[in-house]
């Protein structure tokens, strides 16, 4: 496909889709230039048209990698802990740690920067 400024939210997620089949492509694979663009247009459109993706509140990013997988919190109880702290930490009752951190990057294919944001702890 020849990529082109991004101008839409359709083309946006189309490009963001392009690059998550493509991402870990290495220096002289057959895609890494193409790559290499995608991120270069993604974050242009981001900066211009839609400042909230700088820094997305990282429970938000989950719940929509869970959704976009058609995971359940259940799915999450190999890479946060226990039911009850993945039931905590989607609800914003309990902080990320790093090793969740760690895990979520891994698993759900998320870029850590995007998960250590800052967000608000609901109280009790």
Known sequence: ????????????HSALSRLEEIFDCKKGDEHYDEAELLVMLIHKYEQENEPAY????????????????SLRNKDLVEIIGSKSKVSE???KKRRLTLEMIRK??????IP????INEYELIEH
Request: charged share 25%; aromatic share 8%.
């Open 1 to 12: 496909m020849a990529w082109k400024i991004i101008r839409t939210e359709e083309a946006y």
């Open 54 to 69: 700088i820094n997305p509140d990282p429970i938000e990013v989950i719940k929509y990698k869970m959704q976009e997988n």
């Open 89 to 91: 930490v989607l609800n």
């Open 104 to 109: 979520l990057s891994k698993n759900l294919h």
């Open 112 to 115: 850590t920067d995007l998960l």
